[in-house]
């Protein structure tokens, strides 16, 4: 039903949550070549900004970025086609995300940018000093070093 009624022919394999607390930002990630993935994503408990950044370089809105406001109020759901970036900064106390995959994990394609790239200028809701990020969220690469 939800691809006959959306029109996306995506086939979902994998399902994952998350919890965060307020300042927590995953991301940007995505995967490479055969593994890249399309997603689906809702919160389930909070709230988040979720960011996608258009990775296609064929495309005319490629280094582009898309921002929306995600909640378990309206219960809207995102979905991210495969050759984007994505990332979420949680913007309450506690945040449940989830998130479905139409391809599995591959770490040895697993990729990332950046979450303050200058060259995406995404206007995060929170400021820097608030935002909490993993150790390999901090290290990721820039924008450019990837896509020259």
Known sequence: VFNRISGITAEFVQENQSVSRKGVLRGFHFQRGQSAQAKLVRVVKGEVQDVAVDLRRDSKTFGQHFSIILNDKDNYQLYIPKGFAHAF?????????????????????ESGIIYNDPVLNVRWQLPDEAIILSGKD????????LFP
């Open 89 to 109: 900064l949680s913007l309450t106390g506690e945040v449940v995300f989830s998130y479905k995959c139409d391809a599995y994990y591959d770490a040895t394609s």
């Open 138 to 145: 901090s290290n990721l690469p820039g924008f450019r070093s």
